[in-house]
């Protein structure tokens, strides 16, 4: 399998910096068993990802770690930015479950109150110090990489099980040219999560630790449900790439 030939524009996508225009100092609370940041505007020096996770004021987010790993590890590594919708339902959890870490770093994440608009990173230093086991020392924020990219892989192939469909926009005319669907069509009946999914199961199966030969969900999968991505990928437009890359 070869590189994502947009891989740069990719990554670019998951990273876009927003300026902060004030410089204070950043304070840190304890609510709800959570380390909470106060949605103060601070200058790029703060963020190099110590002075936000490991302040020595900082309290443990208790019973919430696993859940901030795993929504801050899916946010990190994902190759395009999602909305929050599109993330609940591609971890298969609820919104008010993701926005509950999320609610707490506005100061480092671009949080929409829409539903349907794309979470940011505001810093792309914040995502470098959590991969880093090296920087970020403390084990309740420090995300491994290759895990995350597993749990989405896996997630990937879940969403594309229970969603792909022969003739998922109901064009009933088998020789439809792409161009002639409708885009928000297409979007009503693929949601972005599934488009998601079958654009990029592959990238993460990469970044992985996993076998893929002793990964039975791929061929389970596939055998059942191989020309309905294929259909996917065309109607999104990937899906020369997509085949080139396998």
């Known amino acids: 399998m070869r590189d994502c030939p947009n891989l740069r524009e990719c990554e670019q996508s998951r990273v876009e910096v927003q300026p902060c225009h004030n410089c ?44 901030f790993r795993c929504v801050m590890g ?4 994902l190759f395009n930015a999602l909305s929050p919708a599109s993330i609940a339902m591609l971890l298969d959890q609820s919104q008010e479950t993701i926005a509950s870490p999320l609610g707490r770093l506005h100061s480092l994440l671009d949080v929409p109150e829409e539903e349907d608009r794309l979470i940011r990173l505001l810093h792309p230093s914040f995502r470098e110090f959590l991969l880093d086991s090296r920087r970020c020392t403390n084990a309740t924020f420090c995300i491994d990489a290759k895990e995350a990219h597993r749990h989405l892989f896996e997630c990937c192939l879940r969403v594309m099980s229970s969603c792909l469909r022969q003739d998922i ?11 002639d669907v409708y885009r928000l069509n297409l979007n009503k009946n693929v949601p972005f999560t599934v488009q998601y999914a079958c ?21 389970e999968v ?24 396998l």
């Open 24 to 67: 204070c100092e950043l304070e840190h609370k304890r609510m709800n068993g959570y380390a909470v940041i106060d949605h103060a505007s601070v200058g790029p020096d703060v963020y190099d990802g110590a002075r936000v996770l490991s302040h020595r004021r900082a309290r443990p987010w208790g019973n919430g770690r696993e859940l």
């Open 169 to 179: 926009c109901d064009l009933r005319r088998p020789g439809t040219r792409v161009g």
């Open 199 to 219: 654009r990029y199961w592959v990238y993460h199966l990469k970044r992985s630790d996993v076998d893929p030969q002793e990964h039975r969900s791929i061929v």
């Open 222 to 245: 596939f055998e059942a449900q191989f020309l309905f991505w294929l259909e996917i990928l065309a109607l999104i437009g990937q899906l020369a790439d997509r085949i080139a890359m």
């Open 74 to 77: 899916t946010i990190v590594v």
